[in-house]
C-alpha cells in the first residue's frame, strides 16, 4: 500500500508532483496500456467564479453536508452501528445501503483533499472510517445489512445482494482516502475485505459474479493503489466468469446482468443501464493494466452501440423504467426516459477510462456532453434537490408513482445511490479536465481554472480563462520552463463546425486533428493562447430510426442542450401544442428576467390547433394559430422555477 | 338464488326466455335504470363460417382445453387441493393463482351452455366445483394462498393480497354456472363466501378495499343472480370507501389503486390499468342498480378521459409498463404500450355495461374497436398462445427482460391473467351482439350468425350474412311474428363515413341518428335488409399531442387496424427504415400467397437512407431511396408466422 501522509495539498502552482502516483480518481499504473495520464486533483484548479468551479464549490457547501446529514437521518450510520455491536437497533432502508455512506466517504476524501480545513467534513471522514473499522468482521466481512439483518443469507444471492457491489464502493472511497492522503488507514479496511474476497472468489474459490457490478473497476484500483496483483487478477476473474448466466434465470433473465455473453463477444449493451456502465469501467480498468486489448476493444464497440443507438442528445443511458434499462436500439422515448442519474456518471467515469486510454476525442465529447446535460440536471440550484431519473419531457398533467416519476428534484430516496454519486464525482471534477502525455499537455474540458503538469521533465502550467459554457472564447496562459518544444493539445469539441486559435495576439493557422488543435512550440512564459470556439445556435435532429422524436428538432448551443419550460409560455398555453417555426432564426443571449439563466435562447412558435379527437382519418396537416415568442433555457436549469411541463424535444410547424 | 336447472339450452330460435333473467354475462335486475337489455347467450348464435364465430370455435377446441391443462400442470389445481387437506403440497405459483380457475371455471360455464355435450369439460367443471366446495372453509373463505401458505396473513394485507380479487373471479363464475344452468350448486359456494365478506366488511365492519378491484362488479352480478340486497350494498361500500388513500401510501401511491379520489370525483384514470377499468364496471354496475346516476355520470367522465387521451388506436388501454398504468394524457407509444390483453377484454366488459346503461353507440363502437384488435391480437391463429403486453411496435432487435417484453406469444405465464380471460370472453362472446329496448332489436356488433328477442310481446329472429369484418355488406333477414311496428337498429361504426340500406331489395333513406340507423315497420316474415358499409382504407393520424407518432399513419380498413411486418419486406430491409409514400393509393385485396389473411392492404413505400450518427445539426429532411411496394396484414394478426419487427404507425415521407 502507498503510505502517505494527511498533509495541506500543495497549491496549484508548480510545486513538486510524483508522476507515477496521480492523486486523481482514477490512476493507471506505470506499466499501464493507456495513452494518457491523469493529472490528478492537486494537479488542477477550478476558479469558482466558473460554471465547474461553482457546481464544486455548491458540492462542498451543501450536497456533501446534505448527504451526511441523510446519512444519519436515514439510519445508514445507524446500521453500521448495529453492524459493529453498538446498538441493537433493526437495520433501515435499502439493502445496499452502505454504499450510500462509502460514496459520501468518497467524495468528502476528494474535498478534503481541496479543503483540508474543513472541520465538519474531517469528523465525518474520521468517525465514519473509525466505525467501518468496528463494524467489519473478524474474516474482514463488512456489510451492515447482511450483518445485522440477514446473516444466514450471506453471500447466498449473488443476483441481489448487492454484497460485492457495496464492498467496490467501500474500496473505492478507501482509495480516495488513501490516494488523496486524507485517511490512508480506510485502505486497511477495504484490503482485509479485499483479502477475504481474493480468498473466496479468487482461483480455485466460488464461481460467482456479483449481479450490481462495480467491484471490477474498485479491485483495479485498489491494485493501481497497492500493487497487490491478486485483487487485479480478481477483478478479471470476475470480468471472464460472465456470460454463462450464472446470474438468473428468472424474472429477469441473464442479459438484465450482462451475464448473458462472455463479455469480450458482447455486440449490444443490455439491461440494467447503470450496471452495463460500471461494468465497462471495469472492462476498462482491467485491460488497461493487464494489456488484454480484448477488454478495450470490446469496451469500445459497445461504446459505439451505446452512443450510435442508445443515448439521449444530453449523453443519457436508459430508455426503459422497467428494469431501468436500455431499450433496444433507437428507442429513445423523451417522456419516459428513465436515464438515471448515475448511469450519466458511471458513463462520464467509463468515458474518461476510455479517454486514458485510446486518447481519442469521442470520449472527452462524450463526458462533457454527459457532464452538462445529463449530470448537471440532476441537481438543483441549491444543490440539496435531485433527481434521480431524467426525461427529456415532462408532459402536461404527469404523474407517476415512484419517487422518480416526480417531475420535481426530491431531497433523497429511498433508494438514494444517486445523490453521494454526485457528490463524489463533483469533488473530483478537477481531475477530469487535462491529461498529460509524452509530448505535452492535452485540456478535454474547458473550464476557467488552471492546470499543472510535468511535461519533458519540466513543470508547465496553463490557466484558463473563459465563460465556458456560455460563450466559446477561451484564454489560456502557458507558463514553462521547459527550453524544449512540448505539445498543448485543446479539444476541439465534437459540436463545433468553426474555431479560430491565436497565439500572443497573432491568428495561428491550427487545423484539429482527431478532434485535438496540437500547438507544439517552445513555450515562452506567459505565452497567451485563445482558442475561439464559435457556438451558433444548433437545431439537431436525430436519426431516422428514432421514431419518439421524428419531426421535432432539440436547440443546442455549445454542449449545452436547451429546453422548453412552461413558465415561459403565456398563461394557459398547453406545452404539447407549441410547435418550432422553422422560418424564424433562433437568437442566443442574456435577459435580465431570468437570471438564472446566463444564455437563453429565443425562437418562433406557433400553436398546433388541438384536433377533437384523439385519432381521425384526417389529412395529416396540422393547423396553426398565431405566432408567438418562445423562450428556450439550459436544459440542465429547467424545473428550479416550478414542476411545470417542459421538453427537450420541439415539433416543427411544416411549412410549405 | 335463482334456482335453475341443468337442461339442454333451447335452440337457437324461437323459444320462450324468460325476459327478466337473461342468461347473459351482465344481467340488469328488472328495475335497473337502463336503457338496453342484453339478450343472453341462448338468444345468439355465432355461425362457425364467421370470423367471431371461428374465434369462439377456436375457445371451445384449444384455448378452453389449453388453460384447462394449464391449471393442472402450473399448480392451480393442486393449490385448492391443498386447501382442502388432501395433500400437504406446497402453494406454487402467484398468490392470486385461484382467479386463473375461477375465470377458467367462467368460461366453461358459458361454453358448456353452447356445446353442453362436452364431457371433458363438463367433467372438468363438475370437479373443479366439488374441488373448491371441499376448499371453502367452515366460515366460507376460499382462497388457497392464504389457507396453505399464509393463513396469519389473511384481510392483513388489503394493498396486495388480491383476496376479493379472487373472490370476485369465484363469484363471476358462480354466477355463470348459475344462470346457464351449467352448476348452479357453485353458486352456494359463492353466497357462503360473500356472507362472510358481509359479514367482515359490510357496514359496522371493516373499512376496508381490495387492492385489486373485482369484487364490485362481482357483488353487483350476485345480487342480480339472487336479489339478495346485502351483496349490491356491499359493493356500493366497497366504491365509496374508495379516495381514502386506504391503500398506499409506499412505493405505488394510492392512485396506483385508484384511491386517492372519491371514486364520484375522479377526473382522469390513474393507475394500474385492469384495476381502474374493472373498478369502472363495478361503478356502472352498481349505479344502474342502484339508481346512483353519479357513479354513471363519473364513469362517463373517465370514459371521455381514457378514450379521448389515453387509449390507443386498437382500442387498448395501458401506456407504461411501470406499474402496468395508464400514462400521462396523450403519453401512446406503440413500441412501449402494456396494452395488457386483460385490459381490452376489462374495456370490452366496461363499455358493454355502458351500452347497457345509455345506449349510446360510443360505447359499442369502443367494443368493436378493442375486440377486433387489442383483445384479438393477443391469442395465436392456434388458439393456445397469448400476448399478455399487446405493443402497436416491435423494433428490429427488439429485447426484453419479463415475459410479457417477449415479441411473441407464449403458452402460459408466471401470472396467467390473460389466458383465462380471453377464455371466458370468448365463450360468452355471442351475449355481446344484440340487446332488446322497448321499441325493438339493437344489432351492435355485426357476425355471421342470427339473435332472437321477444319484441312488443313476440318473438323476433334476425339472420345475419356478413363477411365482416372483412368487408361491409351485412344481409339480415328479419322473421317477426309481431303485427305492430317496431324498431330494428343497426350500428354505424364511428369508422363509416358513407353506407347504404336496402330493405326487400329496394334502396330506401336512412339516415343514422346517433350512431344507429332505426329502421321501424311491421315487419313482414322473411324481409330481407341490406346494411352496406362502405370500407375504403383509412390513413388515421393522431391528435397533435401524441408525440409518439408525429409524422405517421396507421392504416385501417373497416374495425381493422393493419400493420407492417418483417416476414412482408423485402430481405435486408429494416422496417424502421420504411416509410409511407402519401402519393400511392392504398388497395384492399386479398393475396393468394397469402391466405391466413383474407383482406391484405397494398401500399407504395420508400426506403429512407439512415444517418450516420444518432444526432446531428443537419436538415431535418430525410432522403429516400427506391420505392417500393408494401404489405400491410390486420395487427390481430402479427406474429403468427415469424416473431420479426412489426409496426402499426407507418413514417410518411416527407414530400413536396
Same mark, same amino acid.
Given at each position: ?9 500543495? #497549491? ?5 508532483? &510524483? ?102 467534513? =474531517? ?34 444471492? *449473488? ?169 433496444? #436500439?433507437?428507442? %429513445?422515448? #423523451? ?48 444543490? =440539496? ?6 426525461? %427529456? ?39 477530469? %479536465? ?122 443546442? =448551443? ?33 435577459? &435580465? ?16 390547433? *388541438? ?39 420541439? *415539433? ?5
Amino acid at each position: 500500500m502507498t503510505e502517505q501522509k494527511l498533509s495541506e495539498p500543495p #497549491p496549484a502552482g508548480l510545486g513538486p508532483r &510524483e508522476p507515477t502516483a496521480p492523486v486523481a480518481p482514477v490512476a493507471p499504473r506505470p506499466g499501464a496500456v493507456v495513452t494518457l495520464r491523469p493529472l490528478g486533483v492537486h494537479e488542477a484548479r477550478l476558479d469558482p467564479g466558473g460554471l465547474l468551479g461553482r457546481w464544486q464549490r455548491r458540492n462542498a457547501e451543501d450536497t456533501i453536508p446534505h448527504c451526511v446529514d441523510n446519512l444519519h437521518a436515514h439510519g445508514n450510520i445507524a446500521n453500521l452501528r448495529a453492524a459493529a455491536g453498538e446498538s441493537g437497533d433493526a437495520f433501515t432502508g435499502m439493502w445496499f445501503a452502505d454504499s450510500d455512506v462509502h460514496k459520501t466517504l468518497e467524495g468528502a476524501a476528494w474535498e478534503l483533499a481541496s479543503s483540508p480545513g474543513d472541520a465538519s467534513l =474531517r469528523s465525518f471522514v474520521d468517525d465514519t472510517t473509525a466505525l467501518l473499522a468496528r463494524a467489519q468482521g473478524p474474516d474482514g466481512y463488512l456489510n451492515s445489512y447482511f450483518t445485522v439483518a440477514a446473516p444466514d443469507e450471506r453471500w447466498r444471492r *449473488p443476483e441481489w445482494s448487492h454484497e460485492l457491489y457495496c464492498a467496490g464502493h467501500l474500496v473505492q472511497a478507501a482509495v480516495a482516502a488513501a490516494r488523496t492522503g486524507v485517511r490512508p488507514d480506510l485502505a486497511a479496511v477495504a484490503r482485509r475485505f479485499a483479502d477475504l474476497l481474493v480468498e473466496r472468489f479468487g482461483p480455485g474459490g466460488a464461481e460467482e459474479v456479483c449481479g450490481h457490478p462495480e467491484i471490477e473497476t474498485a479491485l483495479a484500483e485498489l491494485y493501481r493503489l497497492t500493487g497487490h496483483r491478486p485483487y487485479l487478477d480478481l477483478a478479471r476473474r470476475f470480468l471472464d466468469l460472465r456470460g454463462r448466466g450464472l446470474l438468473g434465470p428468472g424474472r429477469f433473465g441473464p442479459a438484465y446482468y450482462q451475464d448473458h455473453v462472455p463479455v469480450r463477444e458482447a455486440a449490444e449493451v443490455t439491461g440494467h443501464a447503470v450496471r452495463q456502465l460500471y461494468l465497462l469501467a471495469g472492462m476498462v480498468d482491467v485491460g488497461v493494466e493487464t494489456g488484454d486489448h480484448t477488454l478495450l476493444d470490446a469496451a469500445e464497440r459497445l461504446w459505439e452501440d451505446a452512443v450510435h443507438r442508445r443515448t439521449y442528445v444530453t449523453g443519457a443511458h436508459g430508455s426503459r423504467h422497467r428494469d431501468e434499462a436500455y431499450g433496444d #436500439p433507437y428507442e %429513445l422515448p #423523451p417522456d419516459r426516459a428513465y436515464a438515471e442519474t448515475c448511469a450519466a456518471i458511471a458513463s462520464f467515469q467509463w468515458n474518461w477510462r476510455l479517454l486514458l486510454a485510446t486518447g481519442r476525442a469521442r470520449y472527452a465529447d462524450e463526458m462533457e456532453r454527459a457532464l452538462y446535460n445529463a449530470v448537471a440536471v440532476a441537481v438543483s440550484l441549491d444543490g =440539496r434537490r435531485f433527481f434521480y431519473s431524467n426525461p %427529456l419531457q415532462s408532459r402536461t398533467g404527469h404523474t407517476g408513482s415512484g419517487e422518480e416519476a416526480q417531475a420535481r428534484r426530491l431531497p433523497w430516496y429511498s433508494c438514494a445511490c444517486c445523490p453521494p454519486n454526485i457528490a463524489r464525482l463533483m469533488a473530483s471534477l478537477h481531475g477530469y %479536465l487535462a491529461t498529460a502525455a509524452g509530448d505535452g499537455l492535452q485540456i478535454h474540458l474547458y473550464a476557467a481554472g488552471s492546470v499543472t503538469a510535468e511535461v519533458a521533465g519540466s513543470a508547465v502550467r496553463v490557466d484558463v480563462r473563459t465563460e465556458y459554457p456560455w460563450q466559446g472564447r477561451i484564454e489560456l496562459t502557458v507558463t514553462s520552463e521547459a527550453d524544449t518544444p512540448w505539445t498543448l493539445a485543446l479539444r476541439v469539441p465534437d459540436w463545433c463546425d468553426a474555431y479560430a486559435v491565436r497565439i500572443g495576439g497573432g491568428p495561428v493557422t491550427a487545423p484539429a486533428r482527431d478532434g485535438y488543435v496540437r500547438l507544439t512550440r517552445v513555450w515562452a512564459p506567459g505565452t497567451t493562447v485563445v482558442l475561439d470556439l464559435e457556438m451558433p445556435v444548433r437545431r439537431v435532429t436525430a436519426h431516422p430510426r428514432v421514431d419518439a422524436v421524428r419531426g421535432c428538432v432539440a436547440l443546442a =448551443r455549445g454542449p449545452l442542450v436547451y429546453c422548453l419550460e412552461q413558465a415561459d409560455l403565456p398563461p394557459g398555453t398547453v406545452l404539447e401544442d407549441v410547435r418550432l417555426d422553422p422560418a424564424v432564426a433562433v437568437e442566443a443571449g442574456r435577459r &435580465e428576467d431570468l437570471p438564472d439563466f446566463p444564455v437563453v435562447l429565443t425562437a418562433g412558435g406557433r400553436l398546433a390547433e *388541438p384536433g377533437a379527437s384523439l385519432y381521425a382519418a384526417a389529412p395529416a396537416r396540422e393547423r396553426h394559430g398565431a405566432p408567438l415568442t418562445l423562450t428556450a433555457v439550459p436544459y440542465f436549469l429547467w424545473g428550479n422555477r416550478s414542476e411545470g411541463p417542459m421538453r427537450v424535444w420541439i *415539433p416543427v410547424a411544416a411549412t410549405g
